[in-house]
């Protein structure tokens, strides 16, 4: 046998499940008696561990994998740590069983020793040391039930251990919404259905959430069984009054750029009008400190109102010079307030403060037993949703902060990479302030961001970095794999190796709301709640003809009137 202190050589280490087993035998891992090893190397947080004599007759399944949940007896503690690679450092042909295999592990956490007085308690980060020649062992099954029912009062099952199948994974839930949450991994691999699962596990224990679903692929509306308010781009109103100065500026020029005189003027004439209008309530009886009204104010004000200020400034002027900017300025919005995609904004017929309805349908206070609003997207084009998604969580935001976050908000943000994209000259200024003022702040007044996406690289790094629970499902491509790899901490990279091969459903759980990094499955989804897409069916469409000789006129004449032809969802 190779003696102990023989280098081990990296170039051997496994670092990809090259021999990675079938799903069943991986399932069956470790449910035998655990395999015994003893601890030959500590540096840091990382230890080597030399497997005993070989047992190459024992059924493959049975010996450690990547990614295992390994426990060394450190005296007073056990300290449980994650497989990160595997080697036989110095492998001899002429008898391979008695080559000297080297177990890589990640020090994670420790148990404390179960006393009569106190059961054995985990905690992360490891107080006492492994030395050499402890004993180790995949954990078993009683030490893995005991990790995940940890904080058992707030946690809640969303599906079960890789390792042991029969081991429960829990999530806690303060963690995982007080410090955010992102669900990554490709297009398919389960990210819709694992947000689903984990917020009807969460809705099961907490019937009087507030969860604000931003639906891009109108797919969430079946999830929740009655426990949701859909709203549709025909039953949703956002009034512009509603809107920040910055916001109003993005809908009538997106980009702004070239546009500063209207945009000066603009800043002038919205003050105005609210005062217009607010002149009219105190006559009612309201009063209100008038010089409280700034232009990012949400107090209602009348499009008419700002138009025929423009119009008396018109007559002031009397160079066409001058006058240009003022025209160019009604006309914008004018259009903007007639075009049919922003009813939901322009199209009330009264204008009325009507601010504590929207907040309270919208954020489900009082809950009604419907605590889940899900707002449809899809059909919209995408400088509206990025309107909508900036209003919804920048009002989730505000009104967090004015309640002392007494009623938390949760927002849950597909396709989050839309809205706050890592090259900051891209997507709509205000979304991206506005879910990045969630991610830093959200935990101080109570709001949680869950991001959905396919595209990590693609993600506003400051978002991924706070968000402190991280699902990662599959993911094949490599920049992606990158994106995760920094935005998690360094003893679970080993994990993520994984990533692309991890099955439908399955995912690497990291952060705070997970007792320790491990690779779970989630639990199957009732059929009705999973969340389905529309996508268009080309198989569908193409094996029929459009035989209505109308069709395109229809389709022209709605055009036309801007009504919106959405798509039906079967
Ligand atoms: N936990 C689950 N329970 C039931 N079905 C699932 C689950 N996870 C994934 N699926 C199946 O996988 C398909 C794709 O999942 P989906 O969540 O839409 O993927 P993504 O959102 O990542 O594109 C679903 O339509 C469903 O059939
Ligand atoms: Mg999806």
Redesign the pocket.
């Known amino acids: 046998m190779t003696p102990l202190n023989a280098p081990v050589r990296k170039s051997s280490i496994v670092r990809k499940g090259a021999a990675s087993p079938t799903a069943e035998a991986y399932d069956n891992a470790f449910q035998d008696k655990p395999r015994i090893g003893t601890v030959v190397s500590v540096t840091g947080s990382h230890a080597l561990v030399m497997l005993e004599q070989d047992r190459t007759g024992e059924d493959r399944a049975q010996r450690p994998q990547l990614g295992a949940i390994m426990s060394i007896d450190a005296g007073p503690s056990v300290v449980l740590g994650l497989v990160s690679a595997m080697s036989v450092p110095a492998p001899s042909q002429d008898n391979p069983s008695a080559a000297m295999r080297i177990v890589e592990v990640e020090l994670i956490g420790e148990f404390s020793k179960p006393t009569i007085n106190a059961p054995a308690r985990f905690r992360r980060g490891v107080s006492s040391f492994p030395t050499l020649g402890d004993t180790v062992h995949v954990a078993t099954r009683d030490e893995l039930t005991a990790l995940f029912a940890i904080n058992g009062v707030s946690s809640v099952r969303i ?1 079960v251990v890789k390792q042991d199948a029969h081991i429960p994974a829990t999530v806690n839930v303060d963690e995982v919404f007080s410090r955010h949450c992102a669900i990554l ?13 984990l917020l009807r596990s969460v809705l099961g224990r907490f019937p009087n959430a507030h969860i604000v679903v931003l639906d891009p692929h109108n ?1 969430y509306s079946r999830s929740f069984d009655d426990r949701a308010v859909v709203f549709d781009p025909t039953s949703f109103t956002l009034p512009y009054w509603m809107l920040t100065f910055d916001e109003l500026v993005e809908v009538l020029y997106p980009g702004r750029a070239g546009y500063s005189e209207e945009i000066e003027i603009l800043a002038d004439l919205v003050p105005a009008a609210k005062k217009m209008n607010l002149t009219g309530a105190s006559r009612a009886g309201i009063a209100r400190d008038m010089t409280a009204i700034t232009v990012d104010t949400p107090t209602p004000y009348r499009i008419s109102e700002l138009l025929s200020l423009i119009d008396k400034a018109l007559g002031g002027l009397d160079s066409s010079r001058h006058t240009a900017p003022y025209k160019r300025l009604r006309n914008r919005i004018y259009t903007i307030s007639q075009d049919a995609r922003y009813a939901f904004m322009f199209g009330g017929l009264t204008v009325q403060d009507n601010l504590k309805e929207i907040l309270g349908e919208l954020f489900r206070i009082p809950v009604h037993d419907k605590p889940v609003s899900v707002i449809e997207l899809g059909g919209l084009p995408s400088e509206v949703v990025q309107v909508v998604v900036s209003v919804v969580s920048r009002l989730a935001f505000e009104f967090s902060l004015w309640s002392n976050g007494a009623a938390p908000i949760a927002l849950v943000c597909e396709d989050a990479h839309r809205y706050a994209p890592a090259d900051q000259n891209e997507g709509f200024g205000p979304t991206r302030r506005s879910l990045v003022r969630i991610a830093k702040e959200g935990r101080k007044v109570g709001v949680s961001l869950w991001v ?1 996406s ?1 595209r990590p690289t693609e993600l506003d790094p400051t978002i991924l970095s706070q968000c402190n629970t991280i699902f990662a ?1 599959r993911l094949a491509n490599q920049a992606d794999q990158e994106a995760l790899r920094a935005a998690v901490p360094d003893a679970s990279t080993s994990l993520l190796s994984c990533l692309p091969s991890l099955g ?2 399955e995912a690497i759980a990291v952060g705070e709301g997970v007792p320790m990094p491990t690779r779970i499955r ?4 009732d ?1 009705d709640a ?4 529309i996508t268009a069916s080309f198989t569908d469409g193409w094996s029929v003809d459009v035989e209505d000789d109308g069709f395109v006129d229809r389709i022209v004449e709605q055009w036309r009137a801007q009504r919106m032809l959405l798509p039906e969802i079967e």
């Open positions: 599906g991994g490709t297009t398919g691999a389960g990210k819709s259905c694992a947000v689903a699962l797919e959905v396919q499902m439908m459903g989630f639990d199957a989804l059929r999973v969340p389905r897409s």
